[in-house]
């Protein structure tokens, strides 16, 4: 279980990722953030994002077109 | 932090020079600039020409198919283009201005003024381009808050210790 979730589904490039870091900013270290998706942009995005940023991404997922992304905030 | 002219810091840094104010054009530089904002990136925007335009409090920001013939819009599952003969007729420019922030709207695409809030709250650094702003008679009191005045030597300075220098 996250600690957070956020629903970017519907939202197009770069909106899930700008959300995303405004949510883990939010999170304390070593805390997860569940994001759900519908962009499959997002999938290829959410792996640059967290080899850039340093955080992890602890689980990826798709069910029916929801992509769903865990990451745990590192920095 | 720089001594010497060197940067001692190993924060990453991008500067992009946004020098277009149509609707289109308004998207890459805000679109990277908050993503690498979001990605740790220091950020340094400098609006000059028609881009000091996206500066402005109120956004009025018009896209026109008129010499632009790779703009063809979804329409009963066709892509349709514009021929120029139509594209120049008044009220053109509105309609297909009208049909795009219909699109955007509809395919969860963020609107300007969102990824420009989202810029500010990031602390991307904007500025507005001094000479610009004397030569088509605009007032910094028009445009957002938190935005500096600058020429092209501030942007050099910024440019200079950048790893990515856009130019749009």
């Known amino acids: 279980m996250a600690d957070a979730t956020l629903d970017a589904k519907g939202l197009n490039c770069p909106l899930p990722i700008l959300k995303a870091k405004k949510a883990l900013k939010e999170l304390a270290n070593g805390q997860t953030l569940e994001i759900l998706a519908t962009d499959p942009g997002s999938v290829k995005d959410f792996e640059a994002f967290t080899r850039t940023t340093g955080n992890k991404l602890v689980e990826t997922g798709e069910d029916g077109g929801v992509y769903r992304f865990v990451i745990e905030r590192v920095a | ?168």
């Open chain 2, 1 to 168: 932090m720089t001594e010497g002219g060197v940067d001692l810091n190993n924060t990453k840094k991008m500067t992009i020079i946004c020098t277009k104010g149509t609707l289109d054009w308004a998207y890459p530089p805000f679109i990277l600039g908050t993503t690498a904002a979001a990605m740790d990136v220091e950020v340094t925007m400098f609006f000059t020409f028609y881009g000091l335009g996206l500066l402005n409090k109120d956004l009025d920001l018009k896209v026109s198919p008129l010499g632009n013939p790779a703009m063809e819009m979804p329409m009963m599952g066709m892509h349709v283009g514009m021929p120029n003969l139509v594209g120049m007729l008044p009220g053109v420019t509105s309609g297909a201005t009208a049909m795009m922030k219909n699109m955007i709207k509809n395919k969860g695409v963020a609107s300007i003024e969102e990824l420009r809030e989202a810029a500010v709250l990031s602390d991307v650094r904007m500025i507005a381009c001094q000479m610009t702003l004397d030569l088509f008679e605009m007032k910094k009191e028009d445009m957002i808050d938190g935005i500096e005045l600058g020429g092209a030597a501030t942007w050099m300075e910024s440019a200079l210790q950048s790893d990515i220098n856009l130019y749009m």
